[in-house]
């Protein structure tokens, strides 16, 4: 997989640059500022981009502007979004242009190689991929009918907005697929979403109601 890294930090960026080219992906090219980034997406057209939502030289979300940019010059884009915090606002503007193939996770996870791995991949797959953290603020914002989900439909409705498939969510629960398949149903009906089988068109039902 060609991928393209925006980041300032120095450290961090090399080690991304490593991570990636030890799991076998090539490193199409590196940004370290704002203005660079979308000129280098557009160029090399990556599999997937990675990018640091805050960089030079106004520290602000000069990541975030570049990869909605790109993704309007290269519809489908995957891009895996990178921040310190938690930014609701962030999240939410990068996803109102669709959840296929767009990843927000915050940087701690960037040390739990197996977990970042994964959400790259499925972001490069055309998936979702949210930190839990960014869930978890979405869905204390709603009250209800939120509340009138179960503990355990709660566990799972923060799976699904993370992207997960029903296999993945089974294993995180230690319950069967059938069990979370009943626990997906009784939690689109609570919402009054409309039931669906594609993973695409939850992801984006769940966030649809979150950002509400």
Do not use: C, W
């Amino acid at each position: 997989m060609r991928i393209v890294i925006a980041e300032d930090n120095v450290l961090l960026r090399e080690g991304l640059v490593l991570l990636l080219t030890s799991d076998g992906h090539e490193v199409a090219a590196v940004a370290g500022s704002g203005p660079e980034v979308l000129p280098a997406l557009l160029e090399h057209r990556p599999d997937a981009a990675v990018l640091d939502v805050r960089l030079p030289p106004g520290f602000r979300d000069e990541g975030l502007r570049a990869a909605i940019e790109a993704r309007k010059r290269i519809p489908g884009l995957p891009v895996l979004v990178l921040s310190q915090y938690v930014e609701e606002t962030y999240a939410a503007e990068l996803l109102s242009g669709g959840a296929e193939g767009v990843g927000y996770l915050l940087k701690d996870r960037v040390s739990r190689v197996d977990e970042f791995l994964d959400a790259l991949s499925r972001v490069a797959a055309g998936g979702t991929a949210l930190d839990p953290e960014v869930v978890s603020q979405l869905m204390t914002t709603r009250s209800d009918p939120l509340q009138a989900l179960t503990p355990r439909e709660r566990e799972v409705l923060g799976l699904m907005a993370q992207g997960l498939d029903n296999a993945t969510i089974a294993t995180t629960l230690v319950i069967t697929e059938r069990s979370v398949s009943k626990h997906i149903g009784a939690v689109f009906a609570k919402l009054g979403l409309p039931p669906t089988d594609s993973g695409h068109r939850r992801v984006l039902a769940v966030l649809a109601y979150l950002n509400s």
